[in-house]
Nanobody
Framework: QVQLVESGGGLVQAGDSLRLSCAAS????????MGWFRQAPGKEREFVSI????????YYADSVKGRFTISRDYAKNTVYLQMNSLKAEDTAVYYC???????????????WGTGTLVTVSS
């Protein structure tokens, strides 16, 4: 069992930066690919980014490529999402996710966090 707790969400202005954190419990953190999804009001949950179990590979949605950076700290069992140049369309609840392998499909996620709200005012 893996428990995921997100933090770092909030209200920012367009162009600002924000860093989300996701603390994972359990000793198996290093064996999971870790990712971020988001869900805007009235929309389906969508893939944002994912990092492989060893940190060697990262993937991004086209909408955030070049602005967001995912990373992980094995000593702290934490995955981060650095978000720069935020736009109003980035407003959503951001969910941390753990999966057995690299995936962009929310149906393939094994564990979810409860989410943290990011609101970007224009």
């Amino acid at each position: 069992q893996v428990q995921l707790v997100e933090s770092g969400g909030g209200l920012v202005q367009a162009g600002d930066s924000l860093r989300l954190s996701c603390a994972a419990s359990g000793r198996t953190f290093g064996s999971f690919a870790m990712g971020w999804f988001r869900q805007a009001p009235g929309k389906e949950r969508e893939f944002v980014s994912i990092i492989s179990w060893n940190g060697d590979n990262t993937y991004y949605a086209d909408s955030v490529k070049g602005r967001f950076t995912i990373s992980r700290d094995y000593a702290k069992n934490t995955v981060y999402l650095q978000m720069n140049s935020l736009k109003a369309e980035d407003t959503a609840v951001y969910y941390c996710a753990a999966a057995q392998g690299i995936t962009r499909a929310h149906s393939a996620i094994d564990y979810w966090g409860t989410g943290t709200l990011v609101t970007v005012s224009s």
